[in-house]
């Protein structure tokens, strides 16, 4: 079965062809960070012009590149929650006019459920039930996949997400957009214990995440030490700052996974590219004997081959939409 992946939820427009949720046949992505940096982050106006300016051409050459044409397809999925609402209405409104031009269903795919679907990609032989931490610029959730389109939220961030604070922090320190990226590359090279930092917890909810402490320590030393005239080590802060983040994502994940005995681990979203995290989180895998599922590299970040996969899970379980379908800047991964 071939389906035909359009995402645009945020900043990236893309198009893939996927064969049974499993082989990616082409993966196209039409980036705008370039333009997004002067002004420190994503811009939703600029970003809406710019997907509708790209997805034609972008959903054409992922034909192309894939051997293949609208009359060889099953179906088509789109992006519909959550994101940047313009951007979001750009491709479920593109998915829907080819839809009813050609009389290919529409598969309707939650954003967060896609990344999940990366792992599909990557490891074609993980299949449900598994333990997943989604951890990305808007979200971090601890996540049950009992099956490709039953998930329970075990844990979430009260506040801002993982990369959120990687942004901000960064962003305060100087580094430039996007921040959470480069913060990464820097944090490699300075000392993780060079400062002390809060472990924030959420009273009451083990396996809940808060962030927004974290990432006020870090603008309090700043603004501490620039008061003082004294000098900040860039790469230590970083570094210290990433352990900070990457231990409360640890701690959480392992706990839950102890809770509900969960026998296999993933990771998913763009914050799952973190070289820390992805150190850590294999050193306790190995420890505890568990196997791990990391999305490659080329699928950490937002694309539609993710969206294709989950779509075609999505659409054996009849999960299709009308023309009524529109799109939704918030929606839960368990409805």
Same mark, same amino acid.
């Given at each position: ?33 370039? =333009? ?109 996949? =009992? ?16 990369? =959120? ?171």
């Amino acid at each position: 079965m071939l389906l035909l992946g359009i995402e645009s939820s945020c900043d990236e427009t893309a198009a893939a062809v996927v064969e049974d949720g499993r082989k990616i046949l082409s993966s196209v992505i039409a980036s705008q960070v370039e =333009e997004h940096k002067i002004y420190g982050g994503v811009v939703p106006e600029i970003a809406s012009r710019r997907h509708s300016e790209a997805i034609s051409g972008v959903v054409g050459e992922a034909l192309s590149q894939s051997g293949k044409s609208l009359s060889d397809l099953d179906g088509i999925a789109v992006t519909y929650a959550p994101g940047l609402i313009g951007a979001l209405l750009v491709g479920v409104n593109f998915a829907k006019g080819l839809a009813l031009s050609t009389g290919l269903p529409l598969v309707p795919v939650h954003h967060l459920r896609g990344h999940i679907a990366s792992n599909y990609l990557s490891s074609p032989e993980l299949t449900p039930p598994f333990l997943c931490l989604v951890v990305s610029g808007g979200h971090s959730h601890i996540v049950w996949v =009992e099956d490709y389109t039953c998930l329970k939220i075990l844990g979430r961030t009260r506040d801002d997400a993982a990369g =959120e604070a990687f942004d901000k922090a960064a962003r305060a320190m100087g580094i430039p957009y996007p921040g959470g990226v480069e913060l990464d590359k820097i944090a490699e090279e300075g000392d993780e214990n060079a400062y002390k930092l809060p472990h924030p917890h959420v009273d009451g909810a083990p396996l809940d995440f808060s962030f927004s402490g974290l990432k006020t320590a870090v603008l309090n030393l700043l603004n501490n030490a620039r008061q003082k005239g004294e000098q900040v080590s860039v790469p230590d802060l970083c570094a210290s700052y990433r352990k900070a983040v990457v231990d409360c994502l640890i701690h959480n994940l392992f706990l839950a996974a102890e809770e509900t005995g969960a026998r296999r681990i993933a990771l998913a979203g763009g914050v799952s590219a973190n070289r820390l995290l992805r150190r850590r989180a294999q050193a306790v895998c190995k420890e505890k004997g568990l196997p791990l599922y990391l999305p490659d590299l080329s699928l950490c970040g937002d694309n539609a081959a993710m969206i294709a996969s989950q779509g075609y899970y999505e659409f054996l379980a009849g999960n299709v939409a009308g023309m009524d379908l529109n799109a939704c800047a918030q929606r839960s991964i368990e409805e």
